[in-house]
């Protein structure tokens, strides 16, 4: 209507809503679904032409889920339940995105998103108790509530490798990988970044490419994939007691998968101790379990004779598959196992026996730039036609701090976390800023959780807030600076002295991915169980340590 095309022009019309949500993800569909369930007037606003988040950016090859498909899946509906069929054990990226279009048209989602549209600021009227969210294009929005679904994976990193621009074959973005996708086959290709992304990619990438340059600045852990097709019948039959299952999931320790990688850290417990193992136990683990058995050892958190000695018996392993002495010496990491989420592979380390690939450690031989036809290193020129960059994210707060986001007394949300470190109250919401709610923001289990079974915790005990808030009168809900204060400490001092605050230990989880970027971890690791229950009793007893108005 031209109302709505003088308002998208930035006209004035500004248009009232009950709340908003950013992101069309896994996050902002079920928002959604519960906030209209209330009753209440919500938009989403997501930047993209369609709903995935990032199931829909993160469309390289080889891109898959590490948590299986019965568990990384919602749970709230029986009917999404039973009436969706995974095929594969570990979905990939194309059946997740199916996935996510499934339960938009199911649950009839898409005619309250609007597509291409990105929030630009979302500023706190104390007047009015409300927030302006306003998008790039300048439409207004104004509603008491926001959700803020916009991921925390997302924010994609800027290389930062001089040259880039002047490279004239095709660059491409494991974060923004090209719809059509891309055949490598012929090309001479740099994939660059071994996280979670390049180990996946890189052994599809090498089958295709006539030759593939892995450029490497941090080796990784990997635990092999048990990715695989789902025997006939054998979906079926979970699915008919997929109540069971979720019941024995909200239980697990981390909320997770059975076979997600991440377990594997928390779960140690009745394994013995590498510290103490005869050499003979070490080698045979090793011999009987490959990679994993090095890693798969009670003391290898805590203990930091242990945490070397895992280190040294992974290299043990890997040379066991890689036959070139100097590449598999360069693919053993130099942090402490667990200080990662570990990552699944498939056949990693066997396409570095590949003839067509080549390893280029960085901490030998650091990039120095990119030319018009390839990268130059300190020690070569590799002639490229591809270069696929796997760089990774501003993790955890790095949609937020793209959006202006103020709250009281015009507080900017990037300054706070700036000076003060990535601080919530259970990683839900920031003091100053009222009734803005995060998902999996800093100081929730999020990396340290099957992210599907968290969030929808997250988004139930947000809706259920507001739901509060109106039968109450209530106008606003914001964290109380002690009680996040507080908050944080807990957080820190169940890492304290674990493999996570090791120095050598920089990720994304700290934000030592990012140039510049405070160092702080805030990642709370006691489990989902643990925090669903804080999370209930602080909800219960009137929202203990928020103060509402
Ligand atoms: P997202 O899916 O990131 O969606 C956020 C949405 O917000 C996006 O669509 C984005 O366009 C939109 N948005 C952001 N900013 C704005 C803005 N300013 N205006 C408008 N829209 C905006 N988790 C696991 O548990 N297991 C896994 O195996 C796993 N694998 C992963 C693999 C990759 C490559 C990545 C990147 C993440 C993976 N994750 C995994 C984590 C994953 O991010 C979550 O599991 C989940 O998909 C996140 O859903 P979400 O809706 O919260 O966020």
Redesign the pocket.
């Known amino acids: 209507t031209a109302r709505a095309l003088a308002s998208r022009a930035g006209g004035d019309e500004v248009r009232r809503l009950d709340a908003v949500v950013?992101?069309?993800?896994?996050?902002?569909l079920y928002a959604l679904h519960r906030l209209r369930e209330l009753g209440l007037r919500v938009r989403v606003?997501?930047?993209?032409d369609r709903v995935g988040?990032?199931?829909?950016f993160?469309r390289y090859p080889g891109?898959r889920?590490?948590?299986e498909s019965i568990e990384?899946s919602y749970s709230f509906s029986t009917e999404l339940q039973q009436e969706w069929t995974w095929s594969e054990l570990l979905p990939g990226q194309a059946e997740i995105e199916a996935y996510l279009n499934f339960a938009a048209d199911r649950l009839d989602l898409r005619r309250d998103i609007q597509f291409d549209?990105?929030?630009a600021a979302m500023t706190f009227d104390e007047a009015d108790q409300t927030w302006l969210v306003t998008t790039e294009a300048g439409e207004r929005f104004v509603a008491p509530f926001v959700v803020a679904?916009?991921?925390?994976?997302?924010a994609p990193l800027d290389p930062g490798i001089p040259g880039l621009a002047t490279f004239r074959g095709t660059t491409l973005y494991s974060?923004r990988f090209p719809r059509e996708g891309h055949d490598f086959t012929g090309q001479r290709v740099a994939v660059i970044g071994t996280g979670?992304?390049g180990v996946q990619a890189i052994p599809v990438v090498a089958e295709q490419a006539e030759h593939l340059y892995v450029y490497q600045r941090s080796a990784a852990y990997t635990l092999p994939s048990p990715a695989r097709r789902y025997e006939p019948g054998e979906f079926e039959e979970l699915r008919s007691r997929y109540d069971e299952i979720r019941a024995a999931q909200l239980l697990a320790h981390v909320g997770a998968a059975r076979t997600s990688a991440f377990s594997v850290l928390t779960n140690l417990g009745g394994l013995p101790a590498l510290r103490t193992a005869s050499r003979e136990a070490q080698l045979r683990a090793v011999e009987e379990k490959g990679v994993v058995g090095a890693l798969y050892w009670s003391d290898v958190m805590f203990d930091p004779e242990a945490i070397r000695m895992a280190t040294a018996l992974y290299g043990e392993a890997v040379a066991r598959i890689v036959r070139d002495p100097e590449t598999a010496a360069s693919l053993v990491p130099t942090y402490p196992f667990g200080c990662k989420r570990p990552i699944i592979d498939q056949g990693y380390y066997e396409t570095f026996n590949r003839p067509n690939v080549t390893l280029v450690d960085l901490r030998k031989d650091a990039i120095q730039e990119i030319t018009p036809t390839g990268i130059r290193t300190e020690r070569a020129h590799h002639e490229l036609d591809a270069i696929l960059f796997a760089t990774g994210f501003d993790a955890l707060t790095g949609?937020l701090t793209?959006?202006d986001v103020r709250g009281r007394g015009g507080a900017l949300l990037r300054d706070v976390w700036a000076t003060e470190g990535p601080v919530a109250y259970l990683g839900l919401q920031v003091s100053d800023f009222p009734n803005l709610f995060l998902?999996?923001g800093p100081g929730s289990p999020s990396a340290a959780s099957?992210?599907?079974a968290a969030?929808e915790h997250h988004i139930e005990w947000i809706t259920d807030c507001v739901a509060h808030l109106r039968a109450g009168g209530h106008r606003t809900i914001e964290a109380l600076p002690s009680a996040q204060a507080e908050w944080i400490d807990e957080i820190l001092a169940l890492v304290n002295g674990s493999v996570l605050m090791h120095p050598d230990c920089n990720s994304w989880y700290n934000g030592a991915n990012v140039p510049g970027k405070k160092r702080m971890y805030t990642t709370y690791v006691a489990g989902l169980p643990s925090f669903r229950q804080r999370c209930d009793e602080i909800a219960a007893a009137g929202y203990t340590g928020f103060k509402i108005g």
């Open positions: 950013v992101g069309a993800g896994f996050s902002g606003l997501e930047a993209a988040g990032t199931w829909l993160n891109a889920c590490d948590i990384y549209t990105r929030v679904a916009t991921g925390i994976l997302s974060n979670s992304t949609a793209r959006i998902v999996q099957n992210f599907l969030m």
